[in-house]
């Protein structure tokens, strides 16, 4: 009687309980500047095969229901003044201020949104090995607000496909700002560096003691 009562209890614990456990979240973590450059793999650089096509961006963001693209909803998340969604996600007034180069933007159309750490960087240090699914998310993260930034067009196009050691913004004052949530972003996608990147990083460190780097690893 006993083992048969035991036998149930069994059988319904499978039934309740799920066959894989769900993977833990993995914690946010904060390091120094100096730390967080530390912490990037040195890494020759290669862009061969890249297309820009392989990063599959502007999907259609965090609610396929509300008509807005990732490129809409950073608009409307880093607007210092809302704009009005209209219909198909249509944005008009709001007003956006782009740190790059200080400049206020009355005008989506005027804004870019730069990807922090560019595809073809991304490409060159790392992404090239990733899934199209991988690379899509990494083209339309939206689960760090340093990953996709609203800028004026003009800085977004001056920076390209550069990193830290062709190209800083032209504020002088943002620089420990923008290299921190461009090693923020590498280490959020397991990105490497290059020796010339590296020391590019290492020196703008050096000067910025008191700022911090906190990121989240991609899931």
């Known amino acids: 009687m006993l083992k048969t009562v035991l036998r149930g209890l069994s059988a319904a614990l499978l039934v309740a309980l799920p066959l894989t456990a769900p993977a833990p979240a993995q914690a946010a973590e904060t390091l120094s500047l100096t730390e967080a450059v530390a912490a990037l793999p040195i890494a020759a650089e290669s862009r061969e095969g890249y297309d820009r096509d392989a990063f599959r961006h502007w999907n259609t963001g965090a609610d396929p229901t509300d008509g807005c693209n990732t ?3 950073v608009l409307i998340a880093e607007a ?9 996600c249509r944005l008009t007034g709001g007003r956006w201020f782009s740190y790059y180069d200080q400049v206020w933007v009355t005008s989506a159309s005027a804004l870019d949104i730069d990807h922090m ?3 073809a960087e991304a490409w060159d240090s790392g992404a090239s090995t990733w899934s199209a699914k991988q ?5 339309n993260d939206l689960g760090a607000e340093a990953s996709l930034v609203a800028v004026t067009a003009r800085s977004n196009r001056s920076k390209s496909d550069q990193d ?6 032209p504020a002088a004052e943002v620089h420990c700002r923008y290299v921190a949530e461009w090693v923020g972003t590498k280490l959020r996608w397991s990105l490497s560096a290059d020796e010339a990147e590296a020391a590019a990083l290492r020196e703008v460190a050096a000067g910025c003691p008191g700022q911090t780097v906190t990121y989240e690893p991609a899931a």
């Open 117 to 119: 750490g560019p595809l």
């Open 135 to 139: 690379r899509e998310a990494y083209a």
């Open 164 to 169: 830290p050691a062709t190209w800083m913004p």
């Open 71 to 73: 490129r809409a909803e």
């Open 80 to 88: 210092v003044e809302p704009p009005t969604v209209g219909p198909k």
